[in-house]
Nanobody
Framework: QVQVVESGGGLVQAGGSLRLSCAAS????????MGWFRRAPGKEREFVAA???????YYADSVKGRFTGARDNAKNTVYLQMNSLKPEDTAVYYC??????????????WGQGTQVTVSS
């Protein structure tokens, strides 16, 4: 199991940018896909982006073209660059090992997350 610590959240105006970081430890980081997820108030946790072990990325339609995922295997860290932020991006953001085809509600481990608040 990969252990994670997310950071970089904050309050930003609509149209602004934030860069989230996720420091990971545990399983061999460089061999696993990592994902970013978020949970907005009153909603279920949802997939945002996945970064494969080789750096290939996949995105939810709602963030495609605005968010960019990346990883640095030497630092055991994944990133999420968020641009053109919208109020509907407001949520607690989490990173985790990404398991293709498994919905977030079936994951049994989560870090503390980092709060992102976008004001209109």
């Amino acid at each position: 199991q990969v252990q994670v610590v997310e950071s970089g959240g904050g309050l930003v105006q609509a149209g602004g940018s934030l860069r989230l970081s996720c420091a990971a430890s545990g399983r061999t980081f460089s061999t696993v896909a990592m994902g970013w997820f978020r949970r907005a108030p009153g909603k279920e946790r949802e997939f945002v982006a996945a970064i494969n072990w080789n750096g290939a990325t996949y995105y939810a339609d709602s963030v495609k073209g605005r968010f960019t995922g990346a990883r640095d295997n030497a630092k055991n860290t994944v990133y999420l660059q968020m641009n053109s932020l919208k109020p509907e991006d407001t949520a607690v953001y989490y990173c985790n090992e990404y398991i293709h085809g498994v919905q977030p509600r079936f994951y049994d481990y989560w870090g503390q997350g980092t709060q992102v608040t976008v004001s209109s």
